[in-house]
């Protein structure tokens, strides 16, 4: 165990382990990979991040924005190679932690993870650069094959724990509704500029909240509901959301379960069993259920469409609705898509794009985000494994109002942060040389 | 929930860097300054032939003379992305050219382009060994001597290059290219590399305007600025365009621009694109002016390009001016998985096209982006 402290310390200094050691840990790492089935279920309360591409210090960053392991719990939902320089120090840290902190890391399978992508995209290249050979390329790409293709978070709370920051702030002492969603914006010294706080929106279809531009700093405490962008609505009825604040007590061990993937929906997928199914253990395939996992995307469409990506397919609001119903969920998350705010929420919150690599590609000039989910307390910290067959009348469609209320939305804490300094004393870092057209 | 013990490498910064930055250049004149950032800008043009080796040995584009006129050992593989962009560029720049080259009119047969910072393109030597050779263009490179002397040399040293320069000389006039002693200009009857510092051709500076040998005032003439007058400050771009629509041309002879640049300094990605070239030492000094298609499509007007004034950015004409056929193919050469980091690099790249002159009618067709 002292060896692999010791190599969680080098590589967080941004510094990488023998080969030989590579070769271990990555053995260990399949150990348990294996044992874990295709659908990993994670606890609340565990923080959810996107793709981080081999940017090393903005995942540094990340761990500072979003707590340490193991005092933090976190789900990634794969991508953490190509693109960055540092991929495999990024890779192999998180590989490390997972080898430490098994119960308190989760590693889903990307895209990126594919021996065919990364040797296009830049983690092949960096293997053969900084090893000499692709011996450790091949040793990744074997843990690659034996990554989890989904996770699916229980026991998320509807309310959300004041972040600590936020303690004295009233947003605590909020009534609880049909989940609510909370954006903290970090400054570059890591201090909450921005804090804004509402219940969820039913009827906006596309929250993707901006609220970098809001001056910062200033006191971090916006008051619940009076920021001008995010009015409280009296709620509708049918939606779980009417009334203020009385309706909420009982709801709250009611969370549906949060789907989590790299990409999104298959067509060949209509439940989270039948991921289950998957035989995963090999390079991702060009077609079928498990490359559209890790290649979907949603979109505003009806139905199915054809992905620009050449892989996977387009998802629109009406099928993310009917996945979530069919498997009691209330949300996916999934990363694979930049998104210049950190995070999307898409249909009615029914699934949300969390991406975790700040100004992508040293070029892209977005912000990155991670996503909180709280853990229900209300039910004497009992999970209500729920997934499958809770909820639901024998197949016979329920009056709208009842199917909704029966599957609440989880509190969300997005922490919306920037790139880390590339020119940093203590922290090696070439100055990277984006690409442009000149 | 936050981590004390994890470095916050910003407030690190904060206090650190700034000395390192500043503290050179003292004692260095003005004029090596200014060489060096010369020197810079010269070298973009590396950037853009690895671009175009990249693009061309993934079968993107065909290109038999971009192996030898990118400089040994510098040959990379770019990502998708950039080989795609370079793909579009590249044919959106052909397309607008090719309409120019093949428009026929009785008056004018013959007809002129002038490449402003042509550095090492390719396409002169493309048009000269095409299948239907361009017997009646002449085409003239003005680049910095250093950039020109490189190509000459490299000319030199390629049969392939000098072979399709062959085909452009007349029949039975052997040896009729002519290279200076100092090895930074080329003229032939169909082909001239002008050593010069465009800056020259602007009004700012106190010397005689040099003339440019063997321009022909009457032909109906092209254009075209790939990358090149952004570099200038803005009046001297704008002054250098000047020289060519009224002092060397008269109003009566046929003129089209050509613009490829970036655009849209403004959003987040356009900031960040600013800040990392600058510390390259690149300055794209017109982009504030010339931010958007609207501003561009102005510039040209304003420049007298009266017969009209166009502008599309590269996603705009990926999605609008390429085939399905052939944005199947080009996406069937490589995976390229991150559609919206191309919207993004895509939308901040811009080609603009004006004219004067019937000859350029051609162009009325082509589709612009609103």
Known sequence: ?438 | MSAPQIPNLNSLRKRGAPGRLRSRGGGVGPDASSASKDRVVQNTDNDASVSRLSAVQLGYIEDRFAQPLTPAGLETRRFPIINRGTYVRTTAIDCLVSQFVESYTEQHAKKQIISLGAGTDTRVFRLFSSTTPRSDLVYHEIDFPANTATKIKAIHSSPALQGALRNASSPGVPNDIEISDTGDALHSPRYHIHPLDLRLLSKSTPDPIPTLQDIDPALPTLLISECCLIYLPPDQADSVVHHFTTTIFPPTTPLGLIIYEPIRPDDPFGRIMVSNLATRGIHLQTLNKYASLETQRRRLQEQGFQGGQAAADIDFIWERWVSEEEKERVAGLEMLDEMEEWKLLAGHYCVAWGWRGEVFDCWGDVQEQE
């Open chain 1, 1 to 438: 165990m002292s060896d692999l402290d010791e190599a969680i310390a080098q590589l967080r200094a941004c510094r990488l382990i023998p080969e030989t050691q590579v070769r271990e840990l990555c053995y260990k790492a399949r150990e348990l990979l294996i044992e874990e089935g295709n659908v990993v279920s994670v606890d609340a309360p565990v923080t959810i991040c996107g793709d981080i591409h081999g940017q090393f210090h903005d995942l540094m960053e990340l761990f500072r924005v979003g707590g340490d392991v193991p005092d933090t719990n976190y789900l990634f939902m794969g991508d953490f190679v190509d693109r960055g320089f540092y991929s495999l120090e990024s890779f192999l840290l998180l590989l490390c932690l997972k080898v430490r902190y098994p119960d308190r890391m989760t590693l889903i399978r990307g895209n990126h993870e594919s021996r065919q992508i990364t040797t296009v995209y830049g983690f092949y290249d960096e293997c053969i650069r900084k090893y000499g050979s692709a011996n450790v390329w091949r040793y990744c790409c074997e843990v690659f094959d034996y990554l989890a293709l989904g996770a699916l978070v229980l026991g998320a709370s509807s309310e959300l724990e004041p972040s600590v920051s936020n303690m004295e702030s009233t947003q605590a002492m909020m009534p609880i509704d049909d989940g609510e969603l909370e954006t903290e914006v970090l400054n570059s010294k890591g201090e909450v500029t921005v804090s804004t706080y509402r219940r969820r929106q039913r009827s906006s279809s596309n929250t993707s909240t901006d609220s970098r531009n809001i001056s910062p700093p200033r006191d971090i405490s916006a008051a619940p509901g009076n920021s001008s962008q995010a009015p409280l609505r009296s709620g509708a009825p049918g939606t779980g959301a009417s009334g203020s604040g009385s309706g909420s007590y009982g709801n709250t061990s009611r969370t549906g379960a949060v789907l989590c993937v790299h990409g999104g929906l298959s067509p060949a997928i209509e439940s989270v069993d039948k991921i289950r199914l998957i035989d995963r253990k090999q390079e991702v395939p060009h077609e079928g259920p498990m490359c559209d996992l890790l290649w979907s995307d949603p979109d505003e469409i009806e139905g199915w469409g054809l992905s620009p990506r050449g892989a996977g397919f387009l998802f629109g609001g009406d099928i993310v609705k009917g996945f979530n119903h069919t498997n009691d969920l209330s949300l996916v998350a999934r990363a694979h898509q930049l998104v210049m705010e950190g995070y999307k929420e898409m249909f009615d919150g029914g699934i949300v794009t969390v991406w975790s690599a700040p100004n992508y590609c040293y070029r892209c000039g977005n912000v990155a985000a991670i996503m909180e989910l709280g853990e229900d307390t209300s039910n004497g910290g009992m999970v209500a494994r729920n997934n499958g067959e809770y909820g639901r009348s024998n197949g016979i469609l329920m009056g709208s109002s009842s199917v909704e209320s029966s599957v609440v939305s989880p509190g969300r804490r997005y922490r919306v942060f920037e790139a880390a300094a590339q020119d940093t004393r203590g922290m090696p870092a070439k100055k990277p040389v984006a690409d442009y057209f000149l």
